[in-house]
Nanobody
Framework: QVQLVESGGGLVQPGGSLRLSCEASGFTFNHYAMSWYRQAPGAGRKLVATITHIGGSTNYDDSVKGRFTISRDDDKNAAYLQMNMLKPEDKAVYYC??????????????WGKGTPVTVSL
């Protein structure tokens, strides 16, 4: 049974930090690229950051570059999003995503249920 379980969301003041975690199970973690998406109230789901399955190359949306860092620990089957210098516009539900990248799993696409982040005084 495939599971992606996010944690670490919550309420933080502007300028503060949070670290989101995504624990994966039920699939071969290092065959998948991992991403974080977010969905703000009334908006569509948007890609925030991605880390590849080999080499750990990363890519970020312009809105979070220099503030957020995505990482992964293949030994723990986990991905992380370190969020610094948070802004009110970062408020959203954050979702963990796994996309298959090796031929045997290409096209597989898994989602977590999300963790909410609120940035407010």
């Amino acid at each position: 049974q495939v599971q992606l379980v996010e944690s670490g969301g919550g309420l933080v003041q502007p300028g503060g930090s949070l670290r989101l975690s995504c624990e994966a199970s039920g699939f071969t973690f290092n065959h998948y690229a991992m991403s974080w998406y977010r969905q703000a109230p009334g908006a569509g789901r948007k890609l925030v950051a991605t880390i590849t399955h080999i080499g750990g190359s990363t890519n970020y949306d312009d809105s979070v570059k220099g503030r957020f860092t995505i990482s992964r620990d293949d030994d723990k089957n986990a991905a992380y999003l370190q969020m610094n210098m948070l802004k009110p516009e970062d408020k959203a539900v954050y979702y963990c995503n796994a996309k298959g990248r090796l031929p045997a799993v290409y096209g597989m696409d898994y989602w977590g249920k999300g963790t909410p982040v609120t940035v407010s005084l």
